[in-house]
């Protein structure tokens, strides 16, 4: 059984979310608390299901028989790993900062936490978060275009036709 079309809907879903929430940057929204954490819970739970993705769909590449459709398959595979990657930096650094907010994190007194959370924190301030969520948005929808191109040809809507002969 074929597990990958169904878990690689999640990952989109949820990655997808967390790249437009970070694109949103007004100082009213981005000031809210809870902000974080809904762009944390999006991006982490993304990012593993992501992997999970990646797996299963190594699984179902062995299937394929078809010379045209293996190089399909290996532009499909290339950016789903690109995808699942980005996101996963961003996901450690998200987790990195939640858990340096928490008590618990507050009272890790190694210098290697210490570190890594004052890293994580600079890296969240920075252009780069915004940077890295743009590449994951980019290269996730690249990845669903050749997906679809896989399952329903190229020419299944214009987006798709376009990507298609983008990268192809």
């Known amino acids: 059984m074929n597990l990958h079309p169904i878990i690689v809907?999640?990952?989109?879903?949820?990655?997808?979310?967390?790249?437009?929430?970070?694109?949103?940057r007004f100082r009213k929204l981005?000031?809210?608390?809870?902000?974080?954490?809904?762009?944390?819970?999006?991006?982490?739970?993304?990012?593993?299901?992501?992997?999970?993705?990646?797996?299963?769909?190594?699984?179902?590449?062995?299937?394929?028989?078809?010379?045209?459709?293996?190089?399909l398959v290996e532009k499909h595979s290339f950016f789903g790993t690109l995808s699942a990657y980005v996101f996963g930096f961003l996901a450690l650094v998200y987790l990195i900062s939640w858990i340096s907010r928490t008590d618990f994190g507050m009272n890790i007194k190694s210098r290697f936490w210490i570190e890594a959370s004052a890293l994580a924190g600079k890296i969240r301030a920075s252009f780069l978060v915004i940077l890295l969520a743009c590449i994951g948005l980019i290269s996730i929808t690249i990845t669903g275009a050749l997906g679809a191109s896989i399952v329903y040809g190229p020419t299944i809507d214009p987006a798709v036709q376009f990507i298609y002969n983008l990268v192809l």
């Open 30 to 71: 981005q000031a809210q608390p809870y902000f974080f954490h809904i762009k944390g819970t999006f991006l982490i739970f993304g990012s593993l299901f992501s992997f999970l993705a990646l797996v299963t769909g190594e699984a179902a590449e062995k299937a394929i028989t078809n010379d045209e459709t293996r190089a």
């Open 9 to 24: 809907h999640f990952p989109v879903a949820l990655l997808s979310l967390y790249g437009v929430l970070e694109l949103l």
